[in-house]
Nanobody
């Protein structure tokens, strides 16, 4: 299993970023995919998850209405569209899948600052 995130960077408050996670090594179409984040000095927390078909998504309260998770099963890729970013969204964002055990990508840094 391999998960490779990209799309992070430095953005001003109120701005947008789109994260991507390309997955390989497992049958992507049948697994729930998740995005987590970890800010300095804090525990890793769930941001959003999406069902295997993409038909259902769940979000943490702190991103509802601002972030959108989606997936393209043909490209084995999951996305996180982040709008109206706030300084408190600054964190390393990780892609996750549980295929008999937890797998994580290397993470992509998102920094929201003016």
């Amino acid at each position: 299993v391999q998960l490779v995130e990209s799309g992070g960077g430095l953005v001003q408050p109120g701005g947008s970023l789109r994260l991507s996670c390309v997955a390989s090594g497992f049958n992507f179409n049948i697994y729930v995919m998740r995005w987590f984040r970890q800010a300095p000095g804090k525990e890793r927390e769930l941001v959003a998850e999406i069902s295997n078909s993409g038909g259902r998504a769940n979000y943490a309260d702190f991103v509802k209405g601002r972030f959108t998770i989606s997936r393209d099963n043909a490209k084995t890729t999951v996305y996180l569209q982040m709008n109206s970013l706030k300084p408190e969204d600054t964190a390393v964002y990780y892609c996750h899948v549980n295929v008999n055990r937890n797998y994580w990508g290397q993470g992509t840094q998102v920094t929201v600052s003016s």
